[in-house]
Nanobody, 130 residues
Framework: QVRLVESGGGLVQAGGSLRLSCAAS????????MGWFRQAPGKEREFVAT????????YYSDSVKGRFTISRDNAKNTMYLQMNSLKPEDTAVYYC???????????????????????WGQGTQVTVSS
């Protein structure tokens, strides 16, 4: 099992930036992909971005493409989400997740559904004011 702890959330004005961090511990060597999701009140958990740890390739939802950047520091076992040009509709609890049981191994494997992930963090609140 992988333990994930998010940090970096907060209150920011529209147009501002935040960087979220996700520190991983435990069986991190088995993780094949990691991702960020978000959930606003009354809405389902929504895919934001994922990074394939084998290839380093990334995949984003259309709603954040060009504004958010997902990255990973292997030496620190930490994943990041740099969020720029934030909008009020980005307001949500942001969760990081790890996938250690992919159905296949490919540098282009991009899990985008919550049930594809094995481990989850506790979430960090991001609030964007208008």
């Amino acid at each position: 099992q992988v333990r994930l702890v998010e940090s970096g959330g907060g209150l920011v004005q529209a147009g501002g930036s935040l960087r979220l961090s996700c520190a991983a511990s435990g069986r991190t060597f088995s993780t094949y992909a990691m991702g960020w999701f978000r959930q606003a009140p009354g809405k389902e958990r929504e895919f934001v971005a994922t990074i394939n740890l084998s290839s380093g390739r990334t995949y984003y939802s259309d709603s954040v493409k060009g504004r958010f950047t997902i990255s990973r520091d292997n030496a620190k076992n930490t994943m990041y989400l740099q969020m720029n040009s934030l909008k009020p509709e980005d307001t949500a609890v942001y969760y990081c997740a790890a996938d250690a049981s992919p159905p296949y191994y490919s540098g282009s494997y991009y899990p985008r559904l919550p049930n594809q992930y094995d481990s989850w963090g506790q979430g960090t609140q991001v609030t964007v004011s208008s």
